[in-house]
T-cell receptor, first 113, second 112 residues
Framework: AQSVTQLGSHVSVSEGALVLLRCNYS??????LFWYVQYPNQGLQLLLK??????LVKGINGFEAEFKKSETSFHLTKPSAHMSDAAEYFC???????????FGTGTSLTVIP | KAGVTQTPRYLIKTRGQQVTLSCSPI?????VSWYQQTPGQGLQFLFE???????NKGNFPGRFSGRQFSNSRSEMNVSTLELGDSALYLC???????????FGPGTRLTVL
């Protein structure tokens, strides 16, 4: 089974600073990779996904992520944090041959004004 | 296109009772997955249905069950509720395997 590791359950950044949320997965076969965001009392919303092709993926709200096979990583970044980015972020993996998503434990992002 | 809907949004039950939660997927989506979200455990996969068949099941006791109807709507049932079952239950639908999942707003279950 897959495992997804998100380093740092809580990350704080200043408004305007770089956002970096880390995600590593365990599969030896490149899976499909996703980042979701969850605002309070809401469900999860897809930010971006990687399936095949270009390893740098751009998503909504200025976020992007880069798939690095050699590092089994899919870190999420945003050049300049905005107050509205404060939320819980989840990295997820779906095996190419499977039907199940595996989620990380989430990273809570706080943006300091 | 309407999103994933879940009913009810909030539910309060007492220990020993049973509960049924409902999920209506996005039109055309045949895969429905259920997750339990708690502050300590994060998102835990419960099960996934596709065309009325359970394809995957997470590591939960038999008190947790589900089903999917021919119109792709899904229900999950929890019997003999325990305090630890208090959680946000999320439903997600997808076109099929490997497609991104679209989540509903969740049902907040509180067990007293």
């Amino acid at each position: 089974a897959q495992s997804v590791t998100q380093l740092g359950s809580h990350v704080s950044v200043s408004e305007g600073a770089l956002v970096l949320l880390r995600c590593n997965y365990s599969s030896s076969v490149p899976p499909y990779l996703f980042w979701y965001v969850q605002y309070p009392n809401q469900g999860l919303q897809l930010l971006l996904k990687y399936t095949t092709g270009a390893t740098l993926v751009k998503g909504i709200n200025g976020f992007e992520a880069e798939f690095k096979k050699s590092e089994t990583s899919f870190h999420l970044t945003k050049p300049s944090a905005h107050m509205s980015d404060a939320a819980e972020y989840f990295c997820a993996v779906s095996e190419v041959s499977g039907n199940q998503f595996y989620f990380g434990t989430g990273t809570s992002l706080t943006v300091i004004p | 296109k309407a999103g994933v809907t879940q009913t009810p949004r909030y539910l309060i039950k007492t220990r020993g009772q049973q509960v049924t939660l409902s999920c209506s997927p996005i039109s055309g989506h045949r895969s429905v997955s259920w997750y339990q979200q708690t502050p300590g455990q994060g998102l835990q996969f419960l099960f996934e249905y596709f065309s009325e068949t359970q394809r995957n099941k997470g590591n939960f006791p038999g008190r947790f069950s589900g089903r999917q109807f021919s119109n792709s709507r899904s229900e999950m049932n929890v019997s003999t509720l325990e305090l630890g079952d208090s959680a946000l239950y999320l439903c997600a639908s997808a076109l099929g395997a490997l497609n991104e999942q679209f989540f509903g707003p969740g049902t907040r279950l509180t067990v007293l």
